[in-house]
């Protein structure tokens, strides 16, 4: 007897389909599929500052601005907290978005439950996702959950609320928030119970989570679980910390703050070849299925470290370290005018709307479309892989090969000409600007980038 294994079984079913389509509708054998995950891990994510991210400053200006965000080749769209905001103890005049009163409610400032519902129903029309920042680690000091769960707190000797502290006990400066207590049974459960009300009843695609690190963590295999369960579809998870054991827990991505640190660094003078070094060593290091989050600015590097034109001098150097960051293993990021190059610092406690009409603003939206497009769609970008390009220019260059493409950016203010080991350029076409290389040698401009492809 003729004996088929399961998948030849499978393949023929669906070649004799393709020829006769009617044999769908007929009774066909079950087949059981693994969970499409792909936009995961072909994401990238654009940050929205919602008081900044228009002149209205709230959902619907969001939603207005749909095609703005979508010019940038992005899919994922990340809400920064849009809860009301404490006022005891506030800073600035609005108080920061992180200093939430309470959590199953939405700003008035920013609109209506129907607002957000009518957002993420346009974002999911377009074929994007929308994910929701959680804030769990502290509240406002005024929070609902100050009197109707006391308990919840964090409490010293004389039985008062206190500033959250780092994982090394050392007191924070977030003197707007209060500190919950995660040795309590009753907070894990109401705040998991929260998170996936917002989860659930609104079609959110998932969740950026504030300073993960701070909480235990089994909290979070318990609350990502719970997440993961609570909905049919991929959600997209994303840590606000650096912890590669956060992977374990159910984390899709962390922050890649070593990363950010070393380009800056690089930018700053130090050994080009030290950044992909380091790099192939965390890349080793991240558990299975795990992800960085690539990026040259947030909001707190916006308004901390200064937005990436200023940051890293100009606007050529600020596009070549985005070449650098967003091409390397994980997902890439973009942050509330970033893609039209704003030199603003856009503030967290107070409004400071986006200033779109920045001058070649849609050329600079047309370079980080490009580059993120090759982060979403080109197989070189898509997987692990991640070695060292061997040039003879190793401290000026950031050179590094994924799949058949290698990615080489110019770090200094000046004209560097440099030769390439291992990788044929000559006939190899730029993928930045379409155009084939000729000669052996290579001469990057200032702040230069190449990202050729064979």
């Known amino acids: 007897m003729l004996m088929l294994n399961r998948p030849a079984v499978v393949a023929a079913w669906l070649s004799l389909a393709a020829l006769c ?30 008081r900044d991210f228009s002149q209205a400053g709230n959902l619907r200006g969001v939603t207005q601005g749909l095609d703005r965000i979508q010019a940038t080749g992005a899919n ?5 907290p849009i809860y009301p905001v404490g006022v005891l103890n506030a800073k600035g005049s609005l108080g920061s978005p992180y200093a939430v009163r309470d959590f199953n409610a939405i700003n008035p400032a920013f609109g209506t439950e129907a607002d957000l519902r009518a957002l993420v129903s346009a974002v999911h029309a377009r074929g994007m996702k929308v994910i929701l920042d959680w804030v769990p680690d502290h509240t406002s000091w005024d929070a609902v959950w100050v009197g109707q769960h006391p308990d919840f707190y964090v409490r010293d000797e004389r039985g008062g609320l206190v500033v959250p502290r780092d994982p090394q006990g050392k007191p924070t400066d977030w003197t707007d928030v209060a500190q919950l207590d995660y040795r309590k049974p009753a907070l894990r459960s109401a705040m998991i119970a929260v998170i996936r009300h917002w989860l659930v009843d609104f079609d959110l695609d998932g969740f950026r989570v504030d300073v993960v690190h701070y909480i235990p963590l089994d909290f979070w295999r318990q609350a990502n679980a719970a997440l993961r369960s609570a909905v049919r579809r991929p959600i997209l998870l994303l840590a606000e910390a650096g912890e590669l054991e956060l992977h374990t827990a159910g984390f899709d991505l962390t922050y890649s703050w070593d990363s950010y640190n070393r380009l800056k660094a690089v930018f700053r003078g130090a050994h080009a070849d030290t950044l992909v070094r380091s790099e192939i060593l965390d890349l080793q290091a991240m558990p299975r299925g795990g992800m960085r989050m690539r990026f040259t600015t947030n909001h707190d590097e916006t308004w901390h470290d200064n937005p990436p034109v200023v940051l890293f001098g100009n606007v050529p150097a600020a596009r070549a370290a985005f070449v650098a960051a967003a091409l390397l293993p994980g997902r890439p990021l973009i942050y509330d005018g970033q893609e039209i190059e704003s030199p603003q610092n856009l503030v967290i406690f107070d409004r400071d709307s986006i200033e779109w009409g920045q001058p070649d603003s849609a050329e600079a939206r047309a370079f980080y479309r490009r580059v993120v497009g090759l982060a979403r769609r080109d197989r070189a970008f898509l997987g692990r892989d991640l070695q060292k390009a061997v040039t003879n220019a190793p401290d000026d260059v950031i050179a ?9 950016v110019n770090a200094r203010d000046h004209e560097v000409r440099f030769t390439v080991t291992g990788f044929a350029v000559v006939g190899a076409r730029d993928l930045l600007s379409g155009r084939r290389v000729r000669g052996d040698t290579l001469a990057l401009p200032a702040y230069g980038a190449l990202v050729l492809e064979r």
């Open 400 to 408: 590094y090969r994924r799949g058949n493409a290698v990615v080489l």
């Open 21 to 50: 389509p009617a044999l769908l509708n007929a009774q066909s054998p079950a087949v059981a599929l693994a969970p499409d995950t792909s936009w995961v891990t072909r994401c990238a994510i654009y940050e929205v500052n919602v």
């Open 76 to 80: 994922v769209i990340w809400l920064m």
